[in-house]
């Protein structure tokens, strides 16, 4: 399999430069008729949209790109093309198709095409995105240059959170510039919103689909349907002599999802050495994900001196999950080895057998994520003269989010073990067990999925319980569990620029200014375990060990061989009394989970755009210098020695920490223009990315050994400890870019350019955008990287009155000791190539015009070392190879276009206990999509576009592993085909 994608990896790329002698053959001709189209002529005067007048030397001047008005997916290529060969960097891009209206799925969907960047699915949306191999921790989002604020414990930016209807272009930085606040060490994604000013005239546009999916309902219950819908709009429109521009923007969504789930507990090796299942946890989950969104973007520009903008966007997101099914404690569960009869066995793997005596746990669970992302920005651009101006911006970002993860278990009875039981009485395991008469046969698929044939019918019998006896060490009876995190995040940001035009010499301009930023995150999280009448396992209270209850029959497991089993909600039965609350602390956690970060940044920095001649070869970019000065602290909390964790009223103890660090970050973009459709790129900068927040929880779970009470040895000393690390440091990089293009000259395809388009936009003024090939590399070279599985020497002098009595403290050795938490000593390179075409096809033909096709291919190569282990691994979140390729077709209104995108196995995060993310491997595939349009040009119905959108359709199954064996699945999840039904009417 791995073999099968690298050629066709390859293949995309022969395909790509073959075609591209193909097109440029057919093209030379036009080549001369662009000349004069990217020249600027001597002494000429140009007025851009702000009314400001540039005395330009005879050399060719980058173009500030205006997008064309006009509708189709061919448009939004061109006009993607066009941001690309403009910017002054190496960048990737996106624009919009019409007003409101992306292409792609959703902006994750769209932005996980480009070239260099891949998308990971979560719970069935395109969510986190990857940028040259490095996951989402290394890169940053930006709305209009803001830095956005994130909804999980960390920083990076889940992207289906955003409204794609609110975006009029999406740019994707490859290669950082001094004068681009809070980039990212891999890229950066700036997203931008309308800027009512810059259209000639009014424009707005409704969009309503309706979504559904191939599979059935999987769990019914409140607040979730098999069924959905989007309905967004736009209004854009000028007052005033122009002078006053607006833009608003609504967006309804209701998204739904069925998620066919598997959650393998691990592979013991049974009696033979074999690895075997040892238990999975099975859901079919129906989720629902509503959101209401709202832009709103006022322009002011009373004169050529002054432009004002303030956006305001709000973003109401609330995802819920019913989640119902199976626990199978198997070869996990008590003695489970003993009731193992193995059948077919494969290269060290038990590929089916049966397990007796299983005591299933039946899950009725409840999820549900609601996050608030609300951001302002004001802007205010000052063109002092002909040669100064300045930018006052300040934006506030701010998201909160709240989650409930609810579990909720049933069985045949309270079981403690097969030979005992846990006594109330006496508080020991004693007894006689319920017997469990379970029998499951088993079948390991070879697309990863676990396949069962139970011997009991769970339709009927059951009762509220704790079937595994999971709260006896606790000692209560655990019939559920609520996980209640909460997260907040801002960050505010005030930043000064200014800029210095020059007439002549290789300068175009001198940029200097700075940015001072404050962001403060927060998490905190409740911790309850659901019991049967509360109260814990004493000799005088005896709690509830099971009780009835009344539900349905429902079936959500069929899909993996289990018929039907009791179905109820859990909030009914907390609400009548039947299920109580009762605290618990750091359950399946390894330290107290509360935390908070503080960063104050500041960032000054000073740019030079270059733009001359050296020779005959047209010279353009920028070099500069940003610093980056920053000061971090952190709280936490340490549990108070003595106290009972599993009583639910733990004392906590404070504790801090924190740094300051200065990082210089230097950066150099030179574009030569080797002709009029040739360009060669190349980057060289250094880029940080700051500590996961996670990671810099200051919180400790502190324990002494009194056996080392005398060392000395920090080693081995009294006092040890596990937990973040508030003085994480930002990890660096080196980062090399070299990118050659060739643009097609060539018609724009499939429509033609009005007069306005002519005046504003530098796709039409070339005369056209004909498509590229690109083949560019990059190299990274990392160092401070974090471990997150370091420790590091720690100073245990404040703890020392806690834990020990005067006399012990006297023969302390050290108060030295060692900390188990993530530290920066991790280094390596990620590097790689991509090839890119671009080619509509009325390059080859003219009878082709109206197709074309876009070919990405990507190789990644990383390695990353921690401290002093020789074998170094790969860089999470990279894939060795990646793939996206779109074929399309537009003519008179009618579209087609049909995208596969495929990455290669990597290492990602995935969700885990209290929506913490863990790292797994994931394995890779293709995805297809596909979407069919007719827009009426012409007549009554001008301006309305039906669409129709088929998303995932080769149900594209989501695996994680481990040990490099695919058989040993972590995660196995389905979630079915996609489609929706639309109109679109952009009024004329």
């Known amino acids: 399999m791995v073999l099968k994608h690298k050629v066709l990896a390859l293949a ?9 002698a193909v097109a440029n053959a057919g093209t030379a001709p036009l080549a001369s008729q662009q000349q004069d189209t990217q020249t600027t002529s001597s002494s000429n005067t140009k007025t851009d949209n702000n009314g400001k007048s540039d005395k330009t030397t005879d050399k060719r001047q980058p173009q500030k790109m205006a997008a064309v008005q006009v509708n189709g997916f061919v448009s939004s290529i061109e006009n993607s093309t066009a941001l690309k060969r403009n910017a002054n960097t190496i960048v990737e891009a996106v624009s919009a198709e019409q007003v409101g209206k992306l292409p792609g799925v959703s902006i994750a969907d769209t932005l996980g095409r480009l070239p260099g960047l891949a998308v990971q699915t979560v719970d069935g949306r395109p969510q986190v995105l990857t940028i040259h191999g490095l996951g989402p921790d290394f890169s940053t989002a930006l709305i209009n240059g803001g830095q956005q604020v994130s909804t999980n414990n960390n920083r990076d930016v889940a992207f289906d959170q955003y409204p794609s209807s609110w975006f009029d272009n999406v740019v994707v930085h490859l290669s950082p510039e001094a004068n681009l606040i809070g980039q990212g060490l891999a890229g950066t994604v700036d997203m931008h919103t309308i800027r009512p000013l810059d259209k000639s005239g009014p424009e707005a546009a409704v969009n309503a689909k309706y979504i559904g999916n191939s599979m059935s309902e999987l769990s019914p219950g409140k607040g979730v349907s098999n069924h959905g819908y989007n309905v967004n709009g736009v209004w854009v429109n000028q007052f005033a002599d122009h002078t006053i521009g607006v833009t608003l923007g609504v967006d309804l969504e209701n998204n739904p999802s069925q998620i066919e789930h598997q959650a393998p507990w691990g592979y013991p090796t049974d009696s033979n050495g074999d690895y075997v299942i040892g238990g999975s946890k099975n859901y079919g989950i129906t989720d629902s994900m509503k959101r209401n969104g709202f832009l709103a973007t006022v322009q002011w520009q009373p004169n050529e001196f002054y432009t004002g903008t303030i956006d305001i966007t709000a973003d109401n997101f609330k995802e819920v999950q019913q989640a119902k099914g199976m626990e199978l404690p198997l070869g996990y569960g008590p003695d489970g080895m003993t009731y193992l009869t193995p059948g077919t066995v494969s290269r060290g793997f038990v590929e089916n057998g049966t397990y007796d005596h299983v005591n299933p746990v039946i899950r009725n669970d409840f999820n549900s994520t609601t996050a608030r992302v609300y951001n302002f920005n004001w802007d205010n651009k000052f063109h002092i003269n002909e040669n100064w101006s300045a930018d006052l911006d300040g934006n506030y970002s701010r998201a909160t989010r709240r989650d409930v993860n609810l579990e909720s278990y049933s069985g045949t009875g309270y079981y403690y073990g097969p030979n005992a039981y846990y006594d109330p009485a006496t508080g020991s395991v004693t007894g ?3 017997a469990p008469s379970g029998s499951f046969g088993f079948n ?10 139970p011997s009991m019918n769970y339709g ?6 704790d079937p595994q006896g999971w709260g006896a060490g606790n000692k209560v009876v655990q019939e559920g569990f609520i996980n209640a995190p909460h997260t907040v995040d801002y960050l505010a940001n005030l930043r000064l620029s200014v800029e210095r035009d020059f007439v002549s010499g290789p300068f175009s301009s001198l940029q200097f200014g700075a940015s001072y930023a404050t962001r403060n995150k927060t998490y905190n999280i409740d911790q309850n375990f659901l019991t049967l009448g509360g109260g814990s396992f004493s000799a005088t209270n005896t709690p509830v060990l099971s009780a009835p209850f009344s539900g349905s029959s429902c079936a959500p497991l069929a899909w993996m061989g289990i018929g039907s089993m009791q179905c109820y909600n859990p909030f009914s039965l907390i609400a009548n009394g039947t299920l109580t609350e009762v605290p618990v602390f750091m359950s399946s956690l390894p330290l107290p989970p509360n935390w908070k ?3 104050r940044d500041l960032n000054p920095y000073v740019q030079l755009n270059i733009d001359t001649y050296l020779g005959g070869i047209s010279l353009r970019g920028n070099v500069g210098m940003q610093v980056d000065h920053t000061n971090q602290t952190s709280t936490g909390e340490r549990v108070a020695p003595g106290s009972d964790v599993t009583g639910g009223h733990t004392d906590l103890i404070p504790v801090s920490g924190g740094t300051s660090y200065t990082r210089y970050l230097p950066s150099a973009n030179l574009i030569f223009g080797l002709t009029d459709n040739d360009d060669l790129r190349f980057s060289a900068a250094r880029t940080i990315a700051q500590p996961r927040m996670d990671q810099m929880n200051a919180s400790q779970n502190v324990s002494g050994n009194i056996t080392h009470l005398a060392s ?9 400890s596990n937990g973040g690390n508030a003085k994480l440091l930002p990890t660096k990089a080196d980062n090399y870019n070299i990118s050659y293009e060739h643009y097609f000259s060539g018609p724009a395809s499939g429509y033609q350019c009005n007069s306005a388009d002519q005046k504003n936009s530098d796709l039409c003024r070339s005369g056209g955008g004909g498509g590229y090939f690109a083949v560019s590399g990059y190299f990274l070279e990392l160092s401070d990287y974090i471990d997150p599985n370091a420790s590091y020497l ?19 050795g050290t108060t030295q000791g060692i900390v188990s938490g993530p530290t920066n000593d991790g280094h390596g390179y990620v590097k790689g190539a991509q090839v890119t075409l671009n080619l509509p096809f009325n390059l080859i033909a003219q009878p082709l015009d109206g197709f074309g096709v876009i070919l990405t291919g990507n190789r990644t190569k990383s390695s990353l070392v921690y401290g002093n282990n020789p074998s170094p691994i790969t860089v999470p979140g990279l894939s060795k190879w990646v793939a996206n390729g779109t074929l399309y077709y537009q003519h008179a209104g009618f579209e087609a276009r049909i995208s596969d995108s495929y990455r290669s196995s ?7 206990i209290s929506s913490s993310r863990i790292e797994q491997t994931l394995n890779g595939g293709s995805t297809y999509d596909a979407q069919v349009s007719y827009s009426f040009e012409h007549g009554s119905f001008k301006g309305l576009t039906l669409i129709a959108t088929g998303s995932n359709l080769s149900n594209k199954i989501f695996t994680t592993y481990q040990n490099n064996d695919p058989r040993q699945t972590q995660t196995w999840e389905r979630y079915g085909r996609t489609y929706s039904l639309g109109v679109s009417y952009k009024f004329q």
Request: glycine share 10%.
């Open 12 to 20: 995309v790329a022969s395909v790509c430069l073959g075609m591209c």
């Open 432 to 434: 006689s067990p319920h």
């Open 444 to 453: 390991e698929l070879g697309n990863g999925m676990l396949y069962v044939d």
């Open 460 to 465: 009927s019998g059951m009762v509220l319980t």
């Open 597 to 599: 970060v503080r960063e």
């Open 712 to 720: 000395t040895d920090p080693n081995q000393a009294f006092f040890s």
């Open 794 to 812: 720690y100073d245990f002098s404040a703890f020392v009155p806690s834990y020990l009595t005067p006399a012990q403290a006297a023969t302390l």
């Open 906 to 912: 990597f290492l990602g995060e995935v969700s885990g």
